[in-house]
């Protein structure tokens, strides 16, 4: 089969424990489908490379792989290293669903308990509460001040002009994307634990045995292989650029670095594979929708599917064709990376680019739609047997 050929050499199966060649395994015939399909469009963007993998509960993982990490670098592998920009919200909710469990902190605890410093007197101090920050649902005006993250203004003075925003409307009831928020728990963290980036090492990285997981640029850059970012200055021409220091300031918001092998393990916790380190009450708390985004039905690849959507706590809910579909996707300049799963089938997804292309949007929504398609008549034929069966 032309995937075999293809993939041989870089197409991998990995487990929490193991990687090896996937010569000897059966893929499903939409999955390889897609991979094909998938690959074909990147060669005739000349996207620099992608990692991808298919997450079952239970099963070992599949994971392609295509491309290099830079013109002249090595090639990618689910140990290579990308940002995963916004994809870093669904960890920071996780850490602070977490520190909730443990009594560190509480969802209504209002910002002035968190940060004393910063006044968000125009909001009111005890109305802005933790639950509104990791829900995206302060009131301010969308992506407020991200030209200032992106200006590298300090963090502190950015917060000092947040707080003094008037919003839209009152904390929790409409939803609005920020970043720069999210500054109020970085400097929670150096207030009262050391680091965003500690912290979430002791209570998710360390736990999850997740072998390449960091926070901040030193740490990308320290990393023994690490994707380059890439942006496009043609139709088919990419460049390689510096990595940018801006959002990682923001670190809860966009701050953290995995490699595919952490990121099917971040997946497998979420399927509800460690339930020591993550319990099924703390992934549902973070997966409950509470805040309509109903812009997001409106994304040109994925309007035919999405009858609904919602913001929970890090995460978006879709309603993809009748099916709970949790996802978040991420960019920053060079990278895009999106993390998906449904608690209704019990599998996942990731993909993961060192190139800032709009690509990955119909990659993903196309995934899902095959995804699902195959499951409902899998679990058709399986329903089909039973009866027969009686």
């Not at 001040?145 to 203004?153: C, G, P, Q, T």
């Not at 994307?177 to 998710?204: M, P, R, W």
């Not at 390449?212 to 990393?223: D, R, Y």
Request: charged share 15%; aromatic share 12%.
């Amino acid at each position: 089969m032309f995937i075999r050929l293809l993939y041989l050499s870089v197409l991998v199966v990995i487990s929490t424990s193991v990687v090896r060649a996937a010569d000897n395994i059966e893929l499903p015939a939409w999955l390889e489908a897609h991979s094909q399909q998938i690959q074909q469009q990147a060669i005739d963007k000349n996207i620099p490379g992608y990692v991808f993998a298919y997450i079952e509960k239970g099963q070992v993982a599949k994971v392609f792989v295509y491309g290099k990490e830079s013109k002249h670098g090595d090639a990618i592998t689910a140990d290579t290293v990308f940002r995963l920009a916004s994809v870093s919200k669904t960890f920071t909710a996780m850490l602070m669903a977490k520190y909730v469990e443990q009594h560190r902190v509480q969802w209504q605890q209002p910002i002035a308990q968190l940060v004393p410093n910063y006044a968000f007197s125009a909001v009111g101090e005890n109305v802005l509460q933790l639950q509104h920050i990791v829900g995206q649902s302060s009131g301010f005006t969308p992506n407020a001040y991200d030209n200032l993250i992106e200006a590298n203004y300090p963090l502190p003075r950015v917060l000092n002009m947040l707080s003094e925003l008037k919003p839209l409307c009152a904390p929790g009831k409409c939803y609005t994307y920020q970043n720069t928020l999210f500054g109020v728990l970085e400097e929670y963290f150096k207030q009262h634990h050391s680091t965003f980036g500690q912290a979430i090492d002791q209570t998710l990285f360390k736990p999850l045995q997740m072998p390449h997981a960091s926070v901040g640029k030193n740490s990308l850059l320290a990393s023994e292989n690490w994707a380059k970012p890439h942006v496009a200055i043609g139709k088919k021409t990419w460049r390689a650029v510096s990595v940018r220091d801006d959002y990682y300031q923001y670190s809860p918001a966009a701050g953290v670095n995995a490699s595919m092998r952490d990121m099917v393990l971040w997946v497998r916790a979420l399927l509800g594979e460690f339930p020591q380190v993550m319990n099924q009450q703390l992934i549902d708390t973070v997966t409950e929708p509470l805040t309509e985004s109903k812009k997001e039905t409106y994304r040109r690849e994925w309007r035919q599917y999405l009858n609904d959507a919602h913001y929970g706590l890090g995460w978006r809910i879709y309603d993809f064709n009748g099916h709970k579909l949790n996802y978040h996707g991420g960019w920053v300049q060079g990278y895009r990376a999106d993390v998906a799963f449904t608690p209704d089938y019990d599998v996942g997804y990731v993909m993961l680019m060192n190139a800032e292309s709009n690509l990955i949007n119909q990659f993903s929504a196309d995934f899902w739609a095959a995804c699902f398609a195959a499951l409902e008549l899998q679990s058709k034929q399986i329903q089909g047997s039973l009866a027969a069966a009686k």
